[in-house]
């Protein structure tokens, strides 16, 4: 499910049925490393609206959590918790935040969620066709990761 009005009226009625929130991470930057950042954000947001499709119903995405390339680790880290910690109130037992920002790395341990970082691929140069195989190809993974987390929840 999208974060949309069709799509979450339809949560707010199937509510117990949907218990996994993906959060796309999504640096902005307007310094030199400004295209970096932006090739960051596309790739995320396709990758996850891929997954969001291969889980239709399953799962919520959200709008991505953006934040400045330049905000320290402890402001960017406390932002995410307080999403978190509205994430848990919601009722999600699962939350997933993709990243191609190699930085949230060296927090992981302290996010409250699974934290998935994937290396950004530029995608402005690529022909459609194969630009959607490819990120098809990184979706397939991480739907193996997500199902996996699912079945230790089980357990």
């Known amino acids: ?4 009005g069709k799509d979450t009226e339809s949560f707010q009625q199937q509510k117990e049925y949907i218990d996994t929130v993906l959060m796309p991470l999504s ?6 490393d400004m295209k970096e950042t932006a090739s960051q954000y596309e790739f995320i947001q ?11 119903g399953r799962l919520l995405l959200v709008p991505p959590f953006a934040y400045l390339k330049q ?5 960017k880290l406390n932002a995410l918790n307080r999403w978190g910690e509205e994430l848990d109130k919601a ?6 935040f993709f990243t191609s920002d190699s930085s949230w790395k060296i927090a992981e341990e302290k996010i409250n969620g699974s934290l998935i970082w994937v290396p950004s691929v530029p995608l402005e140069h690529m ?12 979706a397939k993974q991480f739907v193996n990761i997500i199902v ?4 230790q ?3």
């Open 71 to 75: 905000q320290s680790e402890e402001e």
């Open 27 to 32: 640096p902005v930057s307007f310094e030199k």
């Open 153 to 155: 929840n089980l357990s």
């Open 1 to 4: 499910m999208n974060w949309n």
């Open 46 to 56: 396709l990758l996850t609206t891929l997954l969001e499709k291969q889980f239709k």
């Open 127 to 138: 022909e459609n066709s194969y630009k959607y195989s490819l990120i098809e190809e990184q």
């Open 148 to 151: 996996h987390k699912w079945q």
């Open 91 to 96: 009722g999600f037992k699962h939350k997933f």
